[in-house]
T-cell receptor, first 113, second 111 residues
Framework: DVKVTQSSRYLVKRTGEKVFLECVQD?????MFWYRQDPGLGLRLIYF???????EKGDIPEGYSVSREKKERFSLILESASTNQTSMYLC????????????FGQGTRLTVV | LAKTTQPISMDSYEGQEVNITCSHNNIATNDYITWYQQFPSQGPRFIIQ???TKVTNEVASLFIPADRKSSTLSLPRVSLSDTAVYYC????????????FGQGTELSVKP
């Protein structure tokens, strides 16, 4: 089975902290995605990566950056966490060629206080 | 990417067939239509994908009319465990690219 693993299920950080959310997939997928999910807003794409060191902005990249140094790992970075970044963060991966479906991790519920 | 429109919420009862329609008027010739299901506190999971006509798997059926400007996800004989949010996506996903979700349809199945 494809496995997408996010480093933390729950995380509490203070305003202004630099926060790293890690995601690892074990299926050699080229594509990886970071989303945030908030009540009433659905899933919103923050960043997308289609290869190592390659990235594209999604719909809401402000306040976030990403890093993909290895194919299996995609990190989301909150440079200076703010309370409006309190949310559920979901990572996903999928093939590039012949893409049919994305596989999601279990999510990280981040609270910024 | 083609924008999609779905009902925000739907109610149903156990044992009924549920049809969720998604509008995608600007769908491009090579775009595929994909549906995901999301349970509370979990990531979405793929249900079904199609290009035209009808696709059926063990979970659902997907009906796509000839003009492809809409699609209908059909869930036969729903149970309480089908209570979830259902997302319709349209795009050239078979060649990789951004995966954009809309707000989805919150389906509530009652006893």
């Amino acid at each position: 089975d494809v496995k997408v693993t996010q480093s933390s299920r729950y995380l509490v950080k203070r305003t202004g902290e630099k926060v790293f959310l890690e995601c690892v997939q074990d299926m050699d997928h080229e594509n990886m995605f970071w989303y945030r999910q908030d009540p009433g807003l659905g899933l919103r794409l923050i960043y997308f990566s289609y290869d190592v060191k390659m990235k594209e902005k999604g719909d809401i990249p402000e306040g976030y950056s990403v890093s993909r140094e290895k194919k299996e790992r995609f990190s989301l970075i909150l440079e200076s966490a703010s309370t409006n970044q309190t949310s559920m963060y979901l990572c996903a991966s999928g093939l590039r060629e012949g893409f049919t479906e994305a596989f999601f991790g279990q999510g990280t519920r981040l609270t910024v206080v | 990417l083609a924008k999609t429109t779905q009902p925000i919420s739907m109610d149903s009862y156990e044992g009924q067939e549920v049809n969720i329609t998604c509008s995608h008027n600007n769908i491009a010739t090579n775009d595929y239509i994909t549906w995901y299901q999301q349970f509370p506190s979990q990531g979405p999971r793929f249900i079904i994908q199609g290009y035209k006509t009808k696709v059926t798997n063990e979970v659902a059926s997907l009906f796509i009319p000839a003009d492809r400007k809409s699609s209908t996800l059909s869930l036969p004989r729903v149970s309480l465990s089908d209570t979830a949010v259902y997302y319709c996506l349209v795009g050239l996903y078979n060649q990789g690219g951004k995966l954009i979700f809309g707000q989805g349809t919150e389906l509530s199945v009652k006893p």
